[in-house]
């Protein structure tokens, strides 16, 4: 009998978790399950007594994002969902800036973050000290974050965005130029969306910034009938010889509502797998570049932060305060 770090397979643990099984069975083989079953089994039941709820970024591995996340999504989703949850315990089951994001939103709530390594090249890309250079450099010129950034960044700065939302973002703002952070090709792609004059840092996602536009054209030739749809933190060739632009989530509801017959999803490799497991008429090409960040999150770690309630994040309440009013005035946002 499989047993994963002192958690049998068993027979009942098999009935219970076979619901979840069958919807990963697209993606996952069957000699994989036993492995992540009870652990699945045994983190779903320790939620419940904890009151807590789970939030899944759309990079997570599938036993994760089909098997124990309450609420799935992208940066804006997840943000906007941290602020609506009444539970007591929030699990982020993403990056820190994610977890950090939540426990701005409900500062009177615990919120655990698996492995506080999660990091993100793009949030290590600037300090609180650059963005205050930045506003010395360029007086009166209003600063716009990227969510990707640490919490004492957005205590610095006027409003933040997502990449589900930056052009309204930048447009809400009704200026001829803004500062904006701290994605270099997120900049470039806005400024292709608006008439707003974007003035952009100098970071990078380390897996994003990997895609070539050569790549991209070498898959095309490999693959007919082939649908390509890329995050706004690749590379400008690559969102050239793309189909569609999108945050993950738009990705997720333009794979569902277009069903493509092929798909190549620019982006984090878990991605094609959850929504794979979702959509069995389409076809999954698939490059695979893992974040390594995302990829520190497991369920053992999950079941470890649910059962001893750490790791915690916490942010001192005057740096959370101005970087709250940053992460409001993004939800305040009318989507278009
Ligand atoms: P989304 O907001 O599109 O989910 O992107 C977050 C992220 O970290 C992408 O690398
Ligand atoms: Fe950061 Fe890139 Fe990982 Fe997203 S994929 S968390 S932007 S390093």
Known sequence: ???????????AI????????????????????????????????LKEQRNAVILAHNYMAPEIFHGVADIVGDSLALARRAAETDAGVIVVAGVHFMAETAKLMNPSRTVLIPDTGAGCSLAESITPQDVRDLRLRYPGVPVVAYVNTSAAVKAEVDICCTSGNAVEVVESLNVPRVLFLPDRFLAAYVATQTKTEIIPWSGRCEVHERFT???????????????????????????????????????????????????????????????????PDVEFVRPCNLCPHMKKITLANILTALETLEPRVEIDPDLAAAARRSVERMLAVKPR
Request: glycine share 4%; aromatic share 8%.
């Open 1 to 11: 009998m499989p047993d994963a770090g002192g958690h049998a397979y068993t027979p």
């Open 14 to 45: 098999a009935e219970a978790t076979a619901p979840v099984y069958e919807r990963l069975k697209r993606v996952m083989p069957a000699v994989e399950w036993p492995f992540h079953a009870p652990l699945v089994h045994a983190i779903n039941r």
């Open 213 to 279: 536009g050569d790549e991209i054209r070498e898959f095309r030739g490999r693959f007919d009938e082939l649908t390509v749809i890329a995050h706004p933190e690749c590379p400008p060739d690559v969102l050239d010889a793309a189909d569609f632009v999108g945050s993950t989530a738009r990705m997720v509801d333009y794979v569902t509502a277009e069903r493509p017959r092929r798909v190549l999803m620019v982006t984090e490799c878990s991605m094609s797998d959850n929504v794979a497991a979702a959509v």
